[in-house]
């Protein structure tokens, strides 16, 4: 078995603890491999385990996997990084999901360079939940407002809410700050039929976001190995 089978196995075994600890059905939570900064190879091999949905956080690096891997015809494409304003088109046209929307102005753009022949591009609105000033996304006061920009662009699909929490040893705080993100995402799901995700909990959380409601976590070195640099 090589590393990455076995890094991969031990994941999938975390998250089907994890949703028996939480009674949840297995089917109730997706694995989004993050691949950055990993070669097309990694990824092809990951795919070869059974895996589809891959994160992308850097746009070139991304878009040569994307080349690279053409024909993995059911491979789910996710950007996961800050996106500009000048990269919104090559997100629109070879991704399959954004999980870091924060702002009405790339909602637009998206909507408007997302070709007519692709499905409407998933959407994921980014909630800053720890409040730090560094850190991207919306309050969560601010989500309904973005939300109901999204719903109006025919062009984007509004799937859920995806979050970064604080970066703490304290449960206690990251329990707080995930419950908080379920409580918004349940509220979001009560008004459009379209939402469906919850995306949060990485490696060395992901036992609690699930217990809190996660339906997406996002596992990079865990699987991968160190990242790379680009």
Same mark, same amino acid.
């Given at each position: 078995?090589?590393?990455?089978?076995?890094?991969?196995?031990?994941?999938?075994?975390?998250?089907?603890?994890?949703?028996?600890?939480?009674?949840? +059905?297995?089917?109730?939570?997706?694995? /989004?491999? %993050?691949?950055?900064?990993?070669?097309?190879?990694?990824?092809?091999?990951?795919?070869?385990? @059974? *895996?589809?949905?891959?994160?992308? $956080?850097?746009?070139?690096?991304?878009?040569?996997?994307?080349?690279?891997?053409?024909?993995?015809?059911?491979?789910?494409? =996710?950007?996961? @990084?800050?996106?500009?304003? $000048?990269? !919104?088109?090559? %997100?629109?046209?070879?991704?399959?999901?954004?999980?870091?929307?924060?702002? &009405?102005?790339?909602? #637009?753009?998206?909507? &408007? #360079?997302?070709?007519?022949?692709? +499905?409407?591009?998933?959407?994921?609105? #980014? %909630?800053?939940?720890?409040?730090? +000033?560094?850190?991207?996304? %919306?309050?969560?006061?601010?989500?309904?407002?973005?939300?109901?920009?999204? =719903?109006?662009?025919?062009?984007? !699909?509004?799937?859920?809410?995806?979050?970064?929490?604080? $970066?703490?040893? &304290?449960?206690?705080?990251?329990? *707080?700050?995930?419950? =908080?993100? #379920?409580?918004?995402?349940?509220?979001?799901?009560?008004?459009?039929?379209?939402? &469906?995700?919850?995306?949060?909990?990485?490696?060395?959380?992901?036992? /609690?976001?699930?217990?809190?409601?996660? !339906?997406?976590?996002?596992? @990079?070195?865990?699987?991968?190995?160190?990242?790379?640099?680009?």
């Amino acid at each position: 078995m090589s590393t990455l089978d076995a890094n991969y196995q031990h994941i999938v075994a975390r998250i089907e603890h994890a949703c028996r600890a939480a009674k949840r +059905p297995l089917a109730d939570v997706k694995l /989004l491999a %993050v691949s950055k900064t990993k070669p097309a190879a990694q990824v092809r091999a990951c795919y070869a385990l @059974g *895996q589809r949905c891959f994160g992308e $956080n850097y746009l070139q690096d991304g878009l040569e996997k994307i080349t690279a891997l053409v024909d993995l015809a059911d491979i789910e494409w =996710h950007f996961i @990084g800050p996106l500009q304003s $000048n990269k !919104t088109r090559a %997100v629109a046209e070879h991704f399959h999901w954004l999980e870091t929307l924060a702002r &009405d102005k790339i909602a #637009q753009r998206l909507n &408007d #360079q997302r070709p007519d022949h692709l +499905p409407a591009l998933n959407v994921l609105i #980014q %909630v800053n939940i720890s409040g730090e +000033p560094q850190k991207a996304g %919306v309050m969560l006061a601010d989500i309904a407002a973005l939300a109901k920009t999204v =719903h109006a662009l025919p062009r984007l !699909t509004l799937r859920g809410l995806m979050c970064i929490p604080e $970066n703490t040893d &304290d449960d206690a705080l990251l329990r *707080q700050q995930f419950e =908080h993100m #379920q409580h918004a995402w349940v509220e979001l799901s009560s008004q459009y039929t379209s939402v &469906d995700t919850l995306s949060m909990g990485m490696s060395a959380d992901l036992e /609690l976001a699930i217990a809190c409601g996660s !339906t997406e976590v996002r596992i @990079g070195t865990d699987i991968f190995g160190a990242r790379s640099t680009l």
